[in-house]
């Protein structure tokens, strides 16, 4: 056991936890002002309910002994027997430390969700959803790719923080929400549009920042693959946005403060099952491609296709995380980390082929799973609110709250909080 190891991923874990304030902020910035409380509750009950589900049960499905290559067995339920002794996944780190390591994770990868689902869902029902989608999609997931025995690690997949298991999954499933949920009720007016760019960029601050824990963490020691990662995860960030704006220059004749906030973070998601396997000059490659494909999914894509990706959940972490998991096919060296293995251009064309299946394997297990549960949600309690609720907006329906209640007038103080308030 190494103390050293076992500080620097405890850091870790609160770097991550911190990132999901920075989705919360990033998404509240996003929004209309009269659904900026809905937003970030939205993602801040994920935090309460996965800390929750990850100790009875998510822990044990995703790291338990392997039970047919799918799905972890029950020995972790309950957080039972991970303690201080060192567990399976690190010969430095007690178990318990890898569990709240990979808590974090577990937590932001459903958070993300919201940003394809914003303004127009029931939170009762967004609540059972995510219970449900965290332990029937999320963890088995986590278990094929880095559960001992799952079978995209035995495969040879590479995913060094998540790409397939968070952002690809997460994506697809944001997608999917969209599109079984249905446009906007005002989608397409002049009206949609971000309310408050500061938070936008003080979420992306946040998120950054926490993601050298997410990056940087996951080579689970203070080691040089670790500094590779951090490394690696600043470059392709800083050059993923300078991508996007380059291309939204072109395209509009201006460079906005969101869409360059919107870049950094495509270049975060990007490098995350890459940073721990290329080199810094390949992440200056991988990321600047990833901010320009996410803002043409971001924008062109989806405006032809025609879904209500509210927050581009999908065009950010669905587009951006497959990117990022086949380029660590092209770019991915030994060289840089012994435990992993060489890409296209270190004369391994191999392993593009298998970062395909597992992008493949997510996609279509995400996918499907996150529309059976939709529908079942949907069926047993409703998902989506009221035409009336959507235009008044959910902080004041569902909440009574608002975030900037002086900009309300007496009217819809009165409507909102009743009269007693209004006066």
Not at 154 to 169: E, N, P
Not at 221 to 232: E, I, K, Q
Not at 341 to 347: H, I, P, V
Not at 370 to 376: D, E, M, P, Q
């Amino acid at each position: 056991m190494s103390a050293g190891d076992t500080a620097w991923i405890l850091a870790s874990s609160a770097l991550v936890l911190l990132m999901t304030p920075g989705v919360a902020f990033f998404y509240g910035g996003l929004v209309r002002t009269k659904n900026v409380i809905t937003t970030m509750l939205q993602v801040f009950a994920v935090i309460l309910v996965v800390s929750i589900q990850w100790v009875v049960i998510g822990y044990t499905l995703a790291f338990g002994p392997d039970v047919h290559h799918v799905i972890g067995g029950l020995k972790f339920f309950m957080f039972h027997g991970v303690g201080a002794a060192v567990g399976a996944y690190s010969s430095t780190l007690p178990a318990s430390v890898f569990g709240i390591f990979q808590l974090m994770f577990a937590i932001i990868t459903p958070a993300l969700i919201v940003g394809g689902l914003a303004e127009r869902v029931k939170f009762s029902s967004f609540l059972v959803f995510i219970v449900l989608w965290s332990t029937i999609i999320y963890d088995p997931l986590a278990h094929w790719v880095w559960g001992q025995g799952g079978w995209l690690g035995k495969l040879g997949v590479l995913d060094f923080a998540g790409g397939t298991v968070v952002h690809i999954s997460s994506g697809v499933a944001g997608l999917v929400a969209a599109i079984y949920l249905g446009k906007r009720a005002e989608h397409g007016s002049s009206s949609i549009k971000a309310h408050n760019v500061p938070f936008v960029v003080l979420g992306t601050a946040l998120l950054w920042f926490g993601w050298f824990g997410f990056n940087a963490g996951s080579a689970l020691a203070a080691n040089g693959v670790s500094a590779n990662a951090f490394l690696t995860t600043n470059t392709a960030t800083a050059a993923s946005a300078l991508g996007w704006m380059l291309v939204e220059k072109l395209r509009t004749g201006h460079v906005t403060l969101v869409g360059a906030s919107a870049g950094a973070v495509a270049g975060l998601v990007a490098i995350t099952p890459a940073a721990g396997f290329v080199s810094p000059g390949s992440s200056i490659i991988l990321g600047a491609v990833g901010g320009m494909i996410c803002y043409y999914a971001s924008t062109l894509m989806k405006a032809k296709l025609g879904y209500d990706d509210a927050l581009d959940a999908f065009g950010g972490h669905g587009i951006g995380g497959t990117w990022g998991a086949i380029a660590t096919g092209l770019f991915a060296t030994t060289a840089v980390n012994s435990s992993g293995a060489n890409g296209l251009f270190s004369g391994h064309p191999q392993q593009v082929l298998l970062q395909i299946v597992g992008v493949a394997a997510t996609w279509v297990f995400s996918g499907l799973g996150s529309y059976v549960l939709l529908k079942v949600v949907d069926l047993i309690m409703g998902l989506r609110v009221t035409r009336e609720e959507e235009l008044l907006g959910l902080d004041y329906t569902l909440h009574k709250e608002s975030a900037y209640p002086e900009q309300l007038s007496a009217d819809d103080k009165a409507k909102i909080f009743g009269a007693e308030m209004a006066e």
